[in-house]
């Protein structure tokens, strides 16, 4: 069964380093989001891509996030540079449409900030 | 901006029992979707059920129904005979429709414990 692949599952990294985390949607799924739930916290989104463009990036402190999407396949959002309020599960979704098709989504990565 | 509330952190209920999570959310659009979707300990989470606004019927998947009220913003989740694989986080989750961004806004979440 295709599923949406995560990487790394966990991550420890020191204050005011960078981080990047990696995600490879279902194949022929257009739309990637990403997504940051905090502990005891539903998810927020953070960017929402089609294709390689970004449709929101709303919420995505801008500062010291980033995303991109390349090729409209695989994508990657950074952090630079990490602060302790960062700690957090980085969950990336990919549906097939924009319109409301269901959003499978990846196991996540674990971030921890020291 | 839209708002999604599950006032019950946390339910509990014996195997076999039926159990109801809340949910309302705040919005100012007509057309919407909104979502329940379960997050087992450690895996991924994965989508329960879905109903669109524009629909009056509530949507049904085998033991999981909805109790869609769209006047007064309520969007209940109902598991019947409650299994041990039930036991997990609910999130309730509502989008936009129509093409533009659609990504989810979530809830804080009710973790549902399931007694043997």
């Known amino acids: 069964e295709a599923e949406v692949a995560q990487s790394p599952r966990y991550k420890i990294t020191e204050k005011s380093q960078a981080v990047a985390f990696w995600c490879d949607p279902i194949?022929?799924?257009?739309?990637l989001y990403w997504y940051r739930q905090i502990l005891g916290q539903g998810p927020e989104l953070l960017v929402q891509f089609q294709d390689e463009s970004v449709v929101d990036d709303s919420q995505l402190p801008k500062d010291r996030f980033s995303a991109e999407r390349l090729k409209g396949v695989d994508s990657t959002l950074k952090i630079q540079p990490a602060e302790l309020g960062d700690s957090a599960m980085y969950l990336c979704?990919?549906?097939?449409?924009?319109?409301?098709?269901?959003?499978?989504f990846g196991q996540g990565t674990r971030l921890t900030v020291v | 901006a839209q708002t999604v509330t599950q006032s019950q952190p946390e339910m509990s209920v014996q195997e076999a029992e039926t159990v109801t999570l809340s949910c309302t959310y705040d919005?100012?659009?007509?057309?919407?979707?909104l979502f329940w979707y379960k997050q087992p300990p450690s895996r991924q989470m994965i989508l329960v059920i879905r109903q669109e606004a524009y629909k009056q019927q509530n949507a049904t998947e085998n033991r999981f129904s909805v109790n869609f009220q769209k006047a007064a913003k309520s969007f209940s989740l109902k598991i019947s005979d409650s299994q041990l694989g039930d036991a997990a986080m609910y999130f309730c989750a509502y989008s936009l429709g129509g093409g533009g961004a659609d990504g989810l806004t979530f809830g804080k979440g009710t973790h549902l414990i399931i007694q043997p």
């Open positions: 979704a990919s549906s097939l449409e924009r319109l409301n098709t269901e959003a499978f």
């Open positions: 919005t100012s659009e007509s057309d919407y979707y």
């Open positions: 194949s022929g799924h257009a739309t």
